[in-house]
């Protein structure tokens, strides 16, 4: 029922980002609160029930204000903010707006976009050793790479180490072309396409061959002692305990360690134990180790990603309850 209606003064150039392509944006926050928005003479009015109306003009206020910070509207930022909105912190996306990492090479901002984002940011300038645990889509090496070469141009360290376990995803290694450097650059593409979108690939080649930036498979991190370096492990869960002990026990002194890991992707054989899932275990009461835990709720890729990522979370819980059941009666 629309009794009730507030009329916001939005400025013109914003209200087309809020609106979104084809008035995309606006028809996601009528359907999700439930209200009725129309655009009259250059004034928004929103109309409905008044605790829905009041969220999503609040929204819409909140939106508008990252525009004029010179931001984009994205479809992610929209479901975001609409997420916070139901639960009235809406003002929660300016405030994460105003953390701004770094820019990328042509001068785009990479800042959290969510509180888990922002949470797990904090957690690398305030600690040592930082895991950052969650799906595919949530930033973790993205955010991680920001952090690395902040800390590498701010000369906060001397270089920055990226590191990937090699392992096989239903592929055999052995028969593609190639040295094993060749064999091994696929695995490690990730970072270096992070590495050419935040630095431009100038920068990256100059500073790999002075040896201030190395990229290498996890296996030659053996035997060495890595200090003042910025050193990020990256598909951790595919790591076995015996090498995860062997990464953490080579950090020296200045060095700041990442770890990040999809527990829920693991090409490791089948009956092997996954490095990542006991470190969880073991060094969780250790000072100066955070764990932070992103979930669907932080995916800013495609919103299909992190619809799909909450469609396998629930299938999988649903088969666990299945199999306790089963298991249970027997």
Same mark, same amino acid.
């Given at each position: 029922?629309?009794?009730?209606?507030?009329?916001?003064?939005? *400025?013109?150039?914003?209200?087309?980002?809020?609106?979104?392509?084809?008035?995309?944006?606006?028809?996601?926050?009528?359907?999700?609160?439930?209200?009725?928005?129309?655009?009259?003479?250059?004034?928004?009015?929103?109309?409905?029930?008044?605790?829905?109306?009041?969220?999503?003009?609040?929204?819409?206020?909140?939106?508008?204000?990252?525009?004029? +910070?010179?931001?984009? /509207?994205?479809?992610?930022?929209?479901?975001?903010?609409?997420?916070?909105?139901?639960?009235?912190?809406?003002?929660?996306?300016?405030?994460?707006?105003?953390?701004?990492?770094?820019?990328?090479?042509?001068?785009?901002?990479?800042?959290?976009?969510?509180?888990?984002?922002? @949470?797990?940011?904090?957690? /690398?300038?305030?600690?040592?050793? !930082? =895991?950052?645990?969650?799906?595919?889509?949530?930033?973790?090496?993205?955010?991680?790479?920001?952090?690395?070469?902040?800390?590498?141009?701010?000369?906060?360290?001397? +270089?920055?180490?990226?590191?990937? *376990? @090699?392992?096989?995803?239903?592929?055999?290694?052995?028969?593609?072309?190639?040295?094993l450097q060749s064999k091994v650059d696929p695995y490690l593409r990730p970072l270096y396409d992070a590495l050419y979108q935040i630095m431009g690939a100038e920068s990256f080649a100059k500073n790999m061959e002075k040896g201030l930036i190395e990229v290498a498979p996890l296996a030659y991190m053996r035997g060495r002692t890595l200090d003042n370096a910025y050193i990020?492990?990256?598909?951790?869960?595919?790591?076995?305990?015996?090498?995860?002990?062997?990464?953490?026990?080579?950090?020296? =002194?200045?060095?700041?360690?990442?770890?990040?890991?999809?527990?829920?992707?693991?090409?490791?054989? *089948?009956?092997?134990?996954?490095?990542?899932? !006991?470190?969880?275990?073991?060094?969780?009461?250790?000072?100066?180790? @955070?764990?932070?835990?992103?979930?669907?709720?932080?995916?800013?890729?495609?919103?299909?990603?992190?619809?799909?990522?909450?469609?396998?979370?629930?299938?999988?819980?649903?088969?666990?309850? +299945?199999? +306790?059941?089963?298991?249970?009666?027997?």
């Open positions: 029922m629309n009794d009730f209606s507030i009329k916001l003064a939005l *400025p013109a150039e914003h209200m087309q980002k809020i609106f979104g392509m084809q008035d995309a944006y606006v028809k996601k926050l009528e359907r999700d609160f439930g209200v009725v928005i129309v655009d009259r003479n250059g004034e928004v009015i929103v109309s409905g029930e008044e605790s829905m109306v009041r969220k999503a003009a609040s929204v819409m206020e909140q939106l508008s204000i990252i525009s004029q +910070r010179g931001n984009e /509207i994205e479809e992610q930022s929209v479901d975001y903010a609409i997420t916070m909105g139901m639960e009235e912190q809406e003002k929660v996306i300016t405030e994460i707006d105003t953390d701004c990492i770094c820019h990328t090479i042509n001068g785009k901002p990479i800042k959290p976009k969510t509180l888990g984002q922002k @949470a797990y940011v904090d957690a /690398i300038r305030k600690n040592m050793i !930082v =895991f950052g645990l969650g799906p595919a889509g949530t930033g973790k090496t993205y955010l991680a790479m920001a952090m690395a070469i902040t800390a590498f141009k701010n000369n906060e360290v001397s +270089r920055i180490i990226l590191t990937r *376990p @090699a392992i096989e995803a239903g592929e055999k290694l052995g028969f593609l072309p190639g040295d990020i492990l990256d598909e951790a869960q595919n790591t076995t305990p015996a090498q995860m002990k062997m990464f953490l026990t080579r950090i020296g =002194f200045g060095s700041k360690v990442i770890v990040t890991g999809d527990a829920s992707q693991k090409d490791l054989a *089948p009956g092997t134990k996954s490095g990542l899932d !006991v470190a969880t275990r073991v060094l969780s009461k250790i000072d100066d180790i @955070a764990f932070c835990n992103l979930t669907s709720r932080d995916v800013v890729r495609h919103p299909l990603v992190q619809k799909i990522v909450k469609a396998y979370d629930d299938f999988e819980a649903k088969e666990k309850y +299945r199999n +306790r059941e089963k298991y249970g009666r027997k």
